[in-house]
């Protein structure tokens, strides 16, 4: 009951209020970056960036009740710019891996190639429902469309994953 009183005022020009609801936030937001990112300085950036835009829109926000998954929305959005900056200035995939010094799995680096490759809207019903585990129905308020739609854009974000994964892995894990 706290957080609607909160998004209310923040949607008022409460900065308190404001400061109080992304406060109550901060782990999940930070989740769902670092898991678009994989880099804990380009999560807190893109947090920081889409508090920023929040706070700059909220005032025309029409309903407060929406204010978290709007506030994820922003925050998914800033994700995908980083993401899209990232292709046109960084070196090569490939290259960028060998930069990296931790250990992963095998396994969990075929998740990640084939999660890279799905459409944005299949990568981010994935993220949302497994990394963050959102309901198909808080996931649907987030991203602005039918329960409906999110069902099947996650029937066919894990079909693709498993198609990416299947023919990704045969060389040193064979067929699953």
Not at 61 to 74: C, E, N, Q, T
Not at 116 to 141: A, F
Not at 155 to 169: A, F, N, T, Y
């Amino acid at each position: 009951m706290q957080e609607k009183e909160w998004a209310a005022a923040a949607c008022l020009g409460d900065e308190d209020a404001f400061y109080m609801l992304v406060s109550s936030q901060k782990r999940k937001l930070f989740g769902i970056a670092h898991s678009y990112l994989k880099n804990e300085a380009d999560a807190l950036d893109a947090v920081q960036e889409a508090v920023c835009r929040a706070w700059i829109k909220c005032r025309k926000l029409r309903d407060p009740d929406a204010f978290v998954p709007w506030l994820i929305r922003i925050l998914i959005n800033c994700c995908h710019d980083e993401l899209k900056y990232r292709k046109r200035t960084w070196p090569h995939p490939a290259e960028a891996a060998q930069e990296k010094t931790e250990m992963i799995s095998v396994y969990k680096l075929d998740l990640e190639l084939a999660l890279e490759r799905l459409k944005p809207k299949y990568r981010d019903v994935l993220m949302l429902k497994y990394y963050q585990d959102m309901t198909l129905t808080e996931i649907s308020r987030v991203l602005q469309r039918p329960e409906g739609t999110v069902k099947t854009w996650l029937h066919q974000g894990l079909k693709q994953v498993r198609e990416h994964i299947r023919k990704g892995g045969e060389g040193y894990a064979g067929e699953v």
